[in-house]
């Protein structure tokens, strides 16, 4: 039996030459099996981060998405602004129009107004706070906000479609104005200030945005720039 020994690098070595071919044989094979081994770890790394960098990328992509989704949704569903306009007017002519004149002064009680809805007159003390109101209103403290300088918005609940009511809606400014439904309108809509009043057929009547123009917080109401906030909210008060 011919001996083997072992080198201090830790190989086996044999003095016999079939022997040592069979040695290096062995370790060529476990040298190729580490190499193999080593490039299947390396190939395995790879594919990993390849999939990390999918998920995030999808996760990213999704994310990416529901952001700009977002961000459109808040566009086309956020609420318009409101109408903008000029507070007083110029003395322009609105076709349409009709000029009263009303007194002024403070009364208890109910009032017999000569027109349907007021268009001024006698009133409460209090005035009614300015906003939308999905219910009738009275009509002694809304006049009270018409001597301010309010311009109060009566409508026919049973004549106007939800849009068509929306549409109206657009045309009202943020403040000094009254929206409310108003029962025996004989039109769908009347606009009413202090001894002015239009009646309106079509919510996309022009006059609309021409009489806020002309009479949304006149200087020509008897108490001019006088608040109308900080007095009393009427039921149904929607904003």
Known sequence: MTPTSQRPDGQRTSGNPATQSQINLTVKQQREQKR????????????????GKIV???????AAVLVIGAIVASIVFAPAAPASYEAGGTGAEIEGVVTYQN?????????????????GGPHNQVW????????????????????????????????LSEEELATLKSHLPS???ILSPYEGLDSPVVLSNWNHQLKIQSVDDERIPEFFEEYWRSQDVPEPNALCSGAIDAPGKVS
Do not use: F, I
């Open 56 to 62: 995030w990328w999808t996760v990213g992509s999704a």
């Open 36 to 51: 193999q081994d080593k490039l299947a770890e390396y190939q395995r790394q790879l594919a990993k981060r390849k999939r």
């Open 128 to 159: 009614l706070n300015c906003g939308v109101y999905d219910q009738a209103v009275p009509n002694e403290n809304a006049v009270h906000s018409m001597e301010h300088g309010a311009v109060w918005v009566t409508y026919d609940a049973a004549a």
């Open 103 to 119: 007194p002024t002064k403070h009364v208890e009680g109910t009032v017999e107004y000569e027109q349907s809805p007021p268009a």
């Open 175 to 177: 403040s000094y104005v």
